[in-house]
Nanobody, 123 residues
Framework: QVQLVESGGGLVQAGASLRLSCAAS????????MGWFRQAPGTEREFVAG????????YDRDSVKGRFTISRDNAKNTVYLQMSSLKPEDTAVYYC????????????????WGQGTQVTVSS
């Protein structure tokens, strides 16, 4: 079992930056790919960014490429999402995700989810 706890969400104005953190506990963290998904009201949960245990990264190219950066610190069992140049359309609940092996971009392939943290970007 892996427990994931997100933090760092909040209300910001357009153009601001935020850093989300996800602290993991339980079974081996470093062997798992980690990721961030988000879900806005009335929409499906969608992939934002993923990082392998060795640090390879993948982003949802259309929406966040160049603005968001995912990173991880295996010694601290923590994954981060640095978000800059935030837009109102980035408003959503952001979920941390863990999966064994390679980066997963489909909701159905995720093993463990955090409880989510709200990010609200005002115009």
């Amino acid at each position: 079992q892996v427990q994931l706890v997100e933090s760092g969400g909040g209300l910001v104005q357009a153009g601001a930056s935020l850093r989300l953190s996800c602290a993991a506990s339980g079974r081996t963290f470093s062997s798992r790919a980690m990721g961030w998904f988000r879900q806005a009201p009335g929409t499906e949960r969608e992939f934002v960014a993923g990082i392998s245990w060795s640090g390879d990264t993948t982003y949802d190219r259309d929406s966040v490429k160049g603005r968001f950066t995912i990173s991880r610190d295996n010694a601290k069992n923590t994954v981060y999402l640095q978000m800059s140049s935030l837009k109102p359309e980035d408003t959503a609940v952001y979920y941390c995700a863990a999966a064994f092996g390679r980066i997963r971009v489909r909701v159905g392939e995720i093993e463990y989810w955090g409880q989510g943290t709200q990010v609200t970007v005002s115009s």
